[in-house]
């Protein structure tokens, strides 16, 4: 890129510029009073594309789908007002799942700001909670610095979303322009390298373990570790679990594999934990839906090393023996180092007496369910579109039931392939994200895994799939109900379905037909391999598919709230 | 247990609601929060007083420390500390309450800073059990209005927080 130094420019220019300078392919916006100006540069330009959504949410989920799939930072732009609160759930669930982003608001002029001016809004304290750092840029001659210091943020440390709010007034005043080459923040500095000491005390944990388990989460991901993950579990023969947003860190198909763990995870992932004496945590953060109750998870002794970038993470649900702060790559690296160096001392008599507890507990089966049944199972749809697309589809899911079986059934062997709103739980994510996810990977295959509910939350995303000729294709498992809902209500509220039910559902196919898109109804189970085949095999059409499953089938094996994770109600219990 | 917390944050707008944001949103307690610039225009220094168990005292400091504008922290109740804080305290003190509420404040040493014709304003400077021995001390319905600026402070000795 020319780097055109000591130039006039207005502050429109400079974002503009500055996003070239940072490389941004794509913004994700929705113009607006506030953000005029900056429109009209992006207009004079083809460097950055704009993608123009139909909400603002659909913005930043499709911007939090970009980053996901792709590693780099994802960029949205919005004015001021409405259009910043409607970004706000999308900023949470992007802040919840740690995803680098940058996300540039309008503001009204500085002269008005305070005044209760048209489209104003406290943006910088309404997104103070979910953003990791935001901006309110007063004088242009801070813009550029302060842009490069939000790209710098949003990827280093534990990444996360930075917004940086630009008054109307601002982008049109002028300064001399120059993009910073370097930031340098007194008040953070993240670490990378592990502590020394603690990774020797972990190599000897390690190396002592009888029944040694590897917990890893999104952190793995995040850090792009999942190769080094897999050489490391793989070299000691230990086995390994992910959370739901680490799915993919770890082969999903390799025989060390347990599956996912937690409130539905497998019955041999959950066992393992709890009854592991050392316990290898990876950028994980034993959130409740992970390790469910903390005090029923202590009643088995183990020894904790945990790693992650973020020490907040550390110690905050579970106390852990051996913390290690530091990037999962590099710390992993000095782990292979240290056991590799000296690794004849182990117990392998001891870990092959754990293999063999573990497979009792993989012979329950766990996740069986009925393959026979005349309706249409959400599981056997989603075992079918594995099989379809080979296991190698971008998958991003919206909320509930469907995102459960999408994550216990699709087996994803490579990471940022499963792309799901797991922290914050955002109905609605799927569909934009799956915009994101297709553009990063424009010859991709990419399946947006929804259910009636969901897809109804940002369907208007349909229309921005047409303009920009995106070809993913929905499975909506249309089960009537708020799947996930109506679970609870039938385990814990003794089978009253309050308002889970959906009365009324609009007709999918002539729905898609109606934004341009091709719709499919499917309601026999023979038929939805062959509808899914022909749907996958439609590579430049958006195919929705609409598949009548039972309105009955739960996600098992469940831990319910509160409870610890071995207490686990499983289907064959029923 | 009560905990002194002490920061330092980059002066800049919003800072300050950036650190009492947290401590509502994850459910901490502040007793005090006291802010001023320091001798640096650049920083300025924060004195928190807090409650918890050691493992919400340490997700307290782990917070703070992530917060993009927190240069450094440092819990002052890990070792040997002092602590201030500055009450302004409006009295009744007509003629036959005049001489006691003197000879009050002389005892705790504090100065009488603005007298009329039935009220002084005594200014008292301590820690805050001093200041809350104060207040006990008083008959209740002298009290018109009190104002405290909350605790500062500072390490003994050699113990330094800056950058």
């Known amino acids: 890129m020319d780097r055109i130094k000591g130039v006039e420019l207005n502050g429109a220019e400079i974002v503009v510029r500055c996003l070239q300078e940072e490389g941004v392919e794509y913004v994700f916006g929705y113009p607006g009073g506030a953000v005029l100006y900056i429109y009209d540069e992006l207009f004079k330009q083809d460097k950055v594309r704009h993608v123009l959504v139909r909400h603002e949410q659909g913005a930043v989920h499709a911007a939090d789908g970009y980053s996901r799939s792709s590693h780099k930072v994802g960029v949205c732009l919005v004015t001021s007002g409405p259009g910043v609160t409607n970004a706000v759930t999308g900023i949470a669930t992007a802040y919840m799942d740690s995803i680098p982003m940058v996300i540039i608001s309008g503001q009204v002029p500085t002269h008005a700001i305070g005044q209760d001016a048209f489209q104003e809004c406290d943006t910088v304290g309404i997104t103070r909670p979910c953003v990791k750092h935001n901006f309110l840029v007063k004088d242009v001659k801070d813009l550029a610095a302060t842009i490069k210091k939000a790209f710098y943020l949003a990827q280093s440390g534990r990444p996360g979303p930075v917004l940086v709010d630009v008054p109307k007034d601002v982008t049109a005043m002028v300064t001399e322009y120059q993009y910073p080459e370097t930031v340098s923040m007194r008040s953070y500095n993240p670490v990378r390298k592990g502590h020394a000491g603690q990774i020797k005390k972990a190599a000897r944990l390690i190396k002592q373990a009888k029944r040694p388990m590897v917990y890893a989460g999104g952190g793995v991901i995040l850090s792009n570790a999942a190769p080094r993950l897999t050489e490391f579990v793989r070299l000691l023969g230990f086995p390994c679990t992910n959370t739901l947003m680490g799915l993919g860190g770890y082969p999903g198909t390799d025989r060390q594999f347990l599956g996912m763990l937690g409130m539905h995870g497998t019955y041999e992932a959950n066992m393992a934990m709890q009854h592991s004496d050392v316990l290898l945590a990876i950028g994980a953060r034993f959130d409740d839906r992970v390790i469910g109750d903390p005090a029923h998870f202590a009643q088995n002794p183990r020894k904790i090393i945990h790693v992650d970038i973020d020490p907040s993470s550390i110690s905050k649900r579970v106390r852990v023996d051996v913390p290690i702060v530091g990037n999962i790559p590099d710390v992993l690296d000095d782990l292979l180092t240290l056991l590799r160096a000296d690794a004849g001392e182990r117990d392998a008599a001891a870990l092959e007496a754990w293999w063999q507890q573990i497979a009792t507990w993989r012979a329950r089966n766990c996740l069986k369910y009925d393959r026979a049944s005349k309706i249409i199972k959400p599981q056997f749809v989603i075992e079918k579109l594995y099989e379809v697309t080979g296991g190698n589809a971008f998958v991003t899911s919206d909320v509930g039931q469907h995102q459960m079986w999408a994550a216990q059934f699709y087996k994803f062997d490579q990471p940022r392939r499963w792309i799901n709103s797991g922290g914050l739980g955002t109905m609605g994510f799927g569909l934009p994200a799956a915009m994101g996810v297709q553009l990063a990977n424009r010859d991709a295959t990419v399946a947006c895994v929804t259910g009636e509910s969901s897809i109804q939350m940002c369907l208007q995303e349909l229309s921005t799939c047409k303009q920009y000729r995106l070809p993913i294709k929905i499975v909506n498992l249309n089960n009537r109900y708020m799947g996930m809902v109506r679970q609870w209500q039938q385990f814990f509220h003794g089978n009253r379905y309050s308002e889970s039910y959906m009365d009324a559902l609009p007709d999918f196919v002539k729905l898609a037909e109606g934004y341009g898109h091709r719709g499919v109804l499917i309601d026999q189970p023979a038929d939805v391999e062959p509808a899914l085949r022909e749907a996958f095999a439609r590579k430049d059409e958006l195919v929705f598919l609409d598949v009548i499953t039972d309105q009955a089938e739960n996600v098992y094996p469940m831990v319910p709230g509160g409870k610890g994770i071995t207490e686990m109600i499983l289907s064959e219990e029923l | ?163």
């Open chain 2, 1 to 163: 247990m009560r905990r002194v917390i002490s920061i330092l944050v980059e002066n800049e707008a919003g800072a300050l609601s950036r650190i009492s944001n947290m401590f509502s949103a994850r459910g901490y307690n502040i007793e005090s929060l006291t802010v001023a610039p320091t001798e640096d225009a650049s920083l300025s220094r924060m004195t928190i007083v807090t409650s918890g168990s050691e493992d919400v005292i340490e997700q307290i400091t782990k917070q703070l420390n992530k917060l993009v504008e927190v240069v450094k922290v440092v819990d002052l109740s890990e070792a040997e500390h002092i602590e201030r804080e500055l009450m302004l305290i409006k009295v009744r003190a007509g003629i036959k309450e005049r001489e006691d509420m003197k000879r009050m404040a002389d005892i705790f040493r504090g100065r009488v800073i603005d007298v009329s014709d039935n009220t002084y304003t005594i200014e008292l400077t301590g820690d805050c059990r001093k200041l809350d021995a104060f207040i006990q001390a008083l008959d209740p319905g002298a009290i018109i209005e009190t104002v405290r600026t909350g605790a500062s402070g500072i390490g003994r000795g050699n113990r330094v927080l800056r950058v």
